[in-house]
C-alpha cells in the first residue's frame, strides 16, 4: 500500500446480545467467515444477509458527542461491531478494505435506529446523512484484532 491510501485502525470491536436493547459485548478478538459475518455474534450470524458488519469512526462519535453536549458516549454505546480510528469509512464505500486479516465490502452508509435517540436525544437525526458508520459484507475471511490496521485491499485480496 503507498502512503497516498489512508490507514486508520481497529479502536474496539462489539457483539450483539441475544436479545435486541441491550448491552453489546466489548470483546479483543473477532473471527469473520465470507457471506456469513462474525461467528461470535450469534444473533446475526449466517442470516443470508449483506449486512454482516457494521463500522463507524470514533471521531464521528465524538462529534455528535460534542454537538449534544455530552461527554462522550462509551465504546460500543452506538451499536457497531467495529469502532475505528484515523479512516473515512464513508469515503470507502463500494470499495473492498482489508480489516486485520479479512477483506470487507464496504457497501452501504450504516441506518441509525431509533435506540440513537434512547441514548441521547437528537443522535438519530446526527447520524443521517452519511454521518453514521457504514454497512460491510465479508469477502474473505480472517481475524480481526483491537489495534488492527484498516486499509484499501490490494487488488489480489478480492480473489
Partial sequence: MDSTHPVGR???LHLHP????????????????AGKGIVEDERYF?????????????????????????????AGKVRSNIETTGISLVALLGQRV????????FYAPRTPCQ???????????????????????????GVIRVGDTIQLAKPEAHA
Avoid: K
Wanted: hydrophobic share 40%; charged share 20%.
Fill in 115 to 141: 435506540q440513537m435517540d434512547a441514548l441521547c436525544q437528537g443522535l438519530r437525526e446526527l447520524m443521517e446523512d452519511s454521518q453514521q458508520g457504514v454497512l460491510a459484507q465479508v469477502v474473505r475471511p
Fill in 46 to 74: 449466517d442470516r443470508g444477509s449483506r449486512r454482516q458488519v457494521t463500522l463507524i469512526e470514533r471521531e464521528q462519535i465524538g462529534a455528535h458527542a460534542t454537538t449534544l453536549g455530552v461527554t462522550c458516549f462509551a
Fill in 10 to 12: 481497529v479502536a474496539s
Fill in 18 to 33: 441475544a436479545r435486541g436493547g441491550e448491552p453489546l459485548t466489548s470483546v479483543e478478538v473477532i473471527h469473520v467467515v
Fill in 98 to 105: 482489508q480489516v486485520g486479516e479479512s477483506v470487507l465490502e
